[in-house]
């Protein structure tokens, strides 16, 4: 499938590499990354296998709501849409991520920032044109949609997030130890791959990028998290064991995927 990755701003742009890359190795056969004009020449250099579109952007260096006629031109030729890895709160980011996610049909995949921007407003979920949607928060950024504390959360964990799911049709992805997926129709997984070590700055990035490179292959919403929150924590349980959990980073995690999947296809 053909992905089309909206991340990266200024002092982020290392959110934008991960999450591409991580595509591109779960199997995704075209990444084109929708970043701000002025950090375009950098991504280049450093994403060689991904293709770049410089976007309009804020003073600030954020992606720019003015962006919003380009993406949906070059979205004609994609398959899904991952919104959010290092896209910052600007204001303007923040109504071109709501205005996409509320037009778009294609499938979307809505991570960090690109939930932050929903933060007083998830009511809009039930006013989206597509029916396919993933969030993958982690704790504090779900505490942010349900206006609760994290802890209550903890305690409540899996009937919280099998609500949410239901309630506005959608895959909810919440990351931490044992993440649990949940699906608009019931349906729940808890992954048991993974380890301390992956808490760390990108690991989260490197996710979403595996779930929308299994997307694209054809898989369900809910059959894609589930089987990407997996290898994500496989990979980073390989990488804890070379590396150890202490000195682990998001890249290890990156590097690991080729070697998860080398498994599960041998099984």
């Known amino acids: 499938g053909k992905v089309f990755v909206l991340a990266g701003s200024l002092g982020m742009s290392g959110a934008a590499y991960l999450s591409s890359l991580a595509a591109l190795r779960s199997g995704a056969g075209l990444v084109y990354l929708g970043i701000p004009k002025s950090l375009n020449s950098e991504a280049e250099g450093k994403i060689t296998e991904v293709i770049t579109v410089p976007l309009p952007e804020t003073k600030q260096k954020t992606l720019s709501v003015k962006a919003f006629k380009k993406i949906k031109s070059i979205l004609k030729d994609c398959d899904l849409l ?94 931490g130890h044992n993440t649990i997926v949940a699906s608009g129709d019931g349906k729940s997984f808890f992954n048991n791959s993974g380890n301390p070590g992956m808490a760390t700055a990108g690991s989260g990035d490197v996710l979403s990028g595996i779930i929308v490179g299994l997307l694209g292959q054809g898989l369900t919403d809910f059959e894609a998290a589930s089987l990407g929150v997996y290898i994500h924590g496989k990979a980073g349980d390989i990488a804890a064991w070379d590396k150890t959990e202490l000195a682990l980073i998001a890249t290890d995690i990156l590097e690991n995927i080729p070697i998860v999947f080398k498994e599960l296809i041998s099984e």
Not at 116 to 128: D, T, Y
């Open 82 to 175: 991952l919104i959010g890895p290092g896209l910052s709160r600007n204001i303007s980011t923040q109504e071109l991520v709501v205005k996409l996610v509320l037009t778009m049909k294609k499938p979307i995949l809505l991570d960090a920032d690109g939930i932050n921007a929903f933060k007083s407003r998830v009511k809009l979920f039930k006013k989206r044109k597509a029916q396919s949607l993933i969030l993958t928060p982690h704790l504090g950024e779900f505490s942010r949609l349900l206006r609760m504390p994290v802890q209550k959360i903890k305690d409540n964990r899996k009937e919280l997030v099998s609500k949410f799911a239901e309630e506005y049709k959608l895959t909810l992805v919440l990351k």
